[in-house]
């Protein structure tokens, strides 16, 4: 496998002007012909004659420049693509492949999804489709014909407005569509299908009305209201908040069953997982209406930040992804409880990005190099790139940062830019300096963030530094800047410095706040102000105070954060010395008393407090992940808690308790949350009557929320009611597999019995289909996921299910395989015996004949 190095840039030598493409659908068979109007890059000067097309898995029918085939001795081709020689100045390519998407399980290029094809090309999948320069900075106009039988496939769809349509002979029919504005061809598309769909208009603030339109296979349509609903709220939103109307007179999206990914936000055009569509609250959580909402966003906003302003290349992905995913989370905030909506991305951050950032798949947001560009579509680009977007509005202040948002897209409007463009236009545009803070951009690994307070004669000096440890290739690190929001409190909790955002620019900084009438509560980082590790050693006094009076409720959440931590940490270690678990912290009790007694009004919030660290979180405090102890810590610290507050804990069920009539929105979600996170606690103590509670709440359920945490709840009490209520819902969900992506899920992650075992068998079920990533993520990523103590069990059967299903993916999927083989790669952060365990499957995973996705991966790990 080659490797390919941001260094290495250089522009392309033709350029595409127009883009011709007609695909002639038949069974067994997509003929594709090409045609290009091609010229010299103007900005090259002398290197024309020789030009690199890329193609892979294409049967190459023709090639002819100016309609004269090539000459064999101008045509070199292989495997991954082919060299033209000899061209002309300005000319017409015209290029004819034959390529087979029955076949295609890669779920890359055309490929079929049940009974319709789709497509999907970021990053390289169009060169699955005909050669091509598969570079985001090669932009053209698109004219797209589709003919294809007129029955089977009645819907044909590409990029732009359709232009003309009509019969073709023998029963098939064609479509013609053109679109109005040049694009890299990784955001064609094109969809043949037999589709039911559900329409709608929005009217933008100019007047123009955009005709909507969301498809998916019959039956579904009454699944797809929400969506759309979200469609047109992102609309609104993205007028109202950063002045960006809606560019075409159409807008399309597309459900479909087998997606490597969440979506896709082809130019009006987007194809979507049906997992970020579908929502119904029969057979959709909470969360789920909620990731529908924000996905459609997500993949809306990129018309402007992404599609409207590209990529150069691929090294700068989150050019489009960081800021995509910015814009994400501020409408996500101005859709929910703006604390927890933060609370959210901040466990991301700190679950799954801190580890990423500290092991062998670490590598900057703007990463040096890669083998396969798909294995960096990482938390890492997305959303740690979205925080250092999030640093530099903090800085420049949200009004300023949005106006430099828009000059950033005015200036660069129809181009293919850089990392460095956007850092240059946010600074002309705010006048911040920037310089240091282009660190953030070129280096991986999380710095650590080190805060001691000294207090003496009404003067609190705060000191600050910070050190980032070495990652992959990258001994040593520079000083980040590092924006860090304090604020300072009373002992009753009143405001005596407001909030405000100091710079550690240098490894040590000391600031000072004079004239403080007493030692106030010191809070730091408030709701994560900059992606780095804080260590603050703080006591449980201080923390109290500020989760019941911090202005910030993200801070609040924090400090309850730090009281569960002390105790699981202790909790821990005594399991590892095989001591009697330690009496739950002083601190923590009054915290977890107080908020029961006098609970915040947003009630997401509450459900938040109450919820102890996430197994992820407790491994991170340590340098070596012990699971037995984590998961023995997590479960006993959970079981005291509900020992010691079970009536409190009844009564705030019995006060949230499903009452009918579903309403996905803030407050009845809120309470819903509250609901399951005291169910699952009472759930600790496996009495028989909050059995028939879980059972009880199961079969009263008018949604899926409710029936998802009485199942929970009842996930690690075996017997008679789990028995009912799964065998239930396996039945009354068996003709929809999203919800049976539950149920494998559910069973995953179930302990008791041989999980091993029970996951092999499940592979093997009708119910499972090894072709479509939804259900390998539900099993084999619940496995993994869901069920640390049957993934890590002692006889290494868990890791050799997995090594198992990489290998067997591999041949189909190397997208998916690589994404598993992840799951292995970390071992080094494991105790052993799970270390040892991990690497052995990750070896012999390495033994074979890999793909270039998931051999870099393995590489990396086994590195
Ligand atoms: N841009 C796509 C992701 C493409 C992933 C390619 N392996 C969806 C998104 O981020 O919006
Ligand atoms: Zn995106």
Known sequence: PQRKYRSDYQASIYLIDRVSLDFDIRDGSTRVTARHSVRRNPQLIGTGGRWWLDGRDLRLVSIAVDDEPVADGALEVSETGLWLNGLPDRFTLTVVTEIDPDRNLSLEGLYRSDDMLCTQCEATGFSRITYFPDRPDVMSRYTTRVEADAERYPVLLSNGNCIESGAAGEGRHYAVYEDPFAKPCYLFALVAGDLGVIRDTFTTTSGREVALALYTEHGNEDQCHHAMASLKDAMAWDEATYGLEYDLD????????????????????NIFNTACIFAHQDTATDSDFARVRDVVAHEYFHNYTGNR??????????LKEGLTVYREHQFAIDHGSPGVTRIEQVRMIRDVQFPEDAGPRAHPVRPESYVEMNNFYTITVYEKGAELIRMMAQMAGREAFTKAVKHYLDK???????????????????????????????FAGTPRLRVSSRFADGRLSLELAQATPATPGQENKPNFDIPVSVALFDDAGQVVRAPEIVRLIEQRETFVFDGLAAEPTVSVLRGLTAPVRLEFD??????????????????????????????????????????????????MMTAVAALLADPPDDRALLAEMLTVPSATQIGEAFDAIDVAAVEAARRYVKREIAARFEAELERLADAHAPSGGYVFDQVAAGRRRVFATALDYLACLDTPAIRKRAQAVYDAADNMTDRMAALNALQDLPGEEREATRADFA???????????????????????????RVRDLLADDRFDFTNPNRVRALVGGFVRGNPLGFHRADRAGYALVADEILRLDAINPQLAAALAGLLAPWRRYAEPYAGGMREALARVGEADLSDNTREIVDAGLG
């Not at 463009?421 to 946010?426: E, H, K, M, P, S």
């Not at 929809?736 to 149920?743: A, E, G, R």
């Open 538 to 587: 703080q006591p449980d006094d201080a923390l109290v105070r500020l989760m019941a009076h911090d202005s910030d409720p993200v801070s609040r959440w924090d400090a309850a954060q730090s009281l569960y931590m002390a105790t699981l940490k202790a909790a821990v270690t005594a399991h590892q010395n095989d001591e009697p678990m330690p009496a739950l912290g002083e601190g």
């Open 731 to 757: 039945e009354r969900f068996a003709d929809q597999p999203l919800v049976m992506d539950k149920w494998l899920r559910l069973q995953a992650a179930t302990e008791d019995g041989d999980t091993a075992a």
């Open 412 to 442: 660069h409007d129809g181009q293919a830019v850089t990392i460095e463009d956007f850092v240059l236009a946010i600074e002309e545009s705010t006048g911040l300096d920037l310089a240091q803070f282009r660190h953030w951009y070129a």
């Open 309 to 318: 302003v590209t990529c150069r290349d691929w090294f700068q992905l989150s």
């Open 250 to 269: 159409s807008f399309v999206i597309v459900a479909v069953g087998s997606f490597n990914m969440g979506a896709m936000e082809n130019k009006s055009l």
